[in-house]
Each structure stands twice: as structure tokens, then as C-alpha cells.
């Protein structure tokens, strides 16, 4: 890892070797594949609650439907080795696999 500055007081201060192995250890916590499955599973919640009035509508159309299931089957359906194409973004932040498009 490169050398890691702090600002402190507009002060580039070096990190000490503690908060260099804290960094570290938080990043590959980070990286871990439970809390990248955390993060799907909030942003999957995220997508099924601004759908839920599709469901109260009552007249869900097949295309929602599906959505909505594959929706929940994302920890079923994609493993470990799927979760960085998941996580993906674009320039903008936007979510780009295919399971978050909306129909």
C-alpha cells in the first residue's frame, strides 16, 4: 500500500503503522464477499420497495412480475464470483448488470 497522508489541521501528516493496518483490515473487510452480499441485499430490498406499489396497484403485468421475482432469487441465482458484476457501476453510479433494469 502506498504511503497514506492525513490531513490533519491542512497538515499532511503520514499514517502511523496502526492506522495503516486498521485501513488496510477495513478494506479487505470491504472487499469481503458478505459484505459485498450485505450490499446487494440492501440495494435488491431498496429495488423491491420502490416496486411494492406495483403489487398494491393489484394488476401487476407479467414483465413486473419476473423483475420482482429475479429480484428476489438474486442469492439463489448468483454466487461469490458474481458479486463484483452486481456491484458494478457507470461513470454516474448507476448499477449496471442486468438484474437491477426495471421493465
Same mark, same amino acid.
Given at each position: 500500500?502506498?504511503?497514506?497522508?492525513?490531513?490533519?489541521? =491542512?497538515? #499532511?501528516?503520514?499514517? $502511523?503503522?496502526?492506522? @495503516?493496518?486498521?485501513?488496510? +483490515?477495513?478494506?479487505?473487510?470491504?472487499?469481503?464477499?458478505?459484505? +459485498?452480499?450485505?450490499?446487494? @441485499?440492501?440495494?435488491?430490498? !431498496?429495488?423491491?420497495?420502490?416496486?411494492?406499489?406495483?403489487?398494491?396497484? =393489484?394488476?401487476?403485468?407479467?414483465? !413486473?412480475? !419476473?423483475?420482482?421475482? @429475479?429480484?428476489?432469487?438474486? #442469492?439463489?441465482? *448468483?454466487?461469490?464470483? +458474481? *458479486?463484483?458484476?452486481?456491484?458494478?457501476?457507470?461513470?454516474? =453510479?448507476?448499477? $449496471?448488470?442486468?438484474?437491477?433494469? +426495471?421493465?
Amino acid at each position: 500500500m502506498s504511503d497514506l497522508i492525513n490531513i490533519i489541521n =491542512g497538515v #499532511p501528516t503520514p499514517f $502511523t503503522d496502526e492506522e @495503516k493496518a486498521q485501513r488496510e +483490515k477495513d478494506i479487505a473487510e470491504y472487499n469481503s464477499d458478505a459484505s +459485498k452480499l450485505s450490499r446487494i @441485499k440492501i440495494i435488491r430490498q !431498496q429495488f423491491l420497495e420502490e416496486t411494492d406499489w406495483w403489487v398494491l396497484r =393489484g394488476n401487476m403485468s407479467e414483465a !413486473q412480475t !419476473q423483475y420482482r421475482q @429475479k429480484l428476489r432469487d438474486i #442469492p439463489a441465482d *448468483y454466487n461469490s464470483s +458474481k *458479486y463484483d458484476e452486481l456491484l458494478a457501476r457507470d461513470e454516474q =453510479g448507476n448499477l $449496471t448488470h442486468s438484474v437491477w433494469s +426495471k421493465p
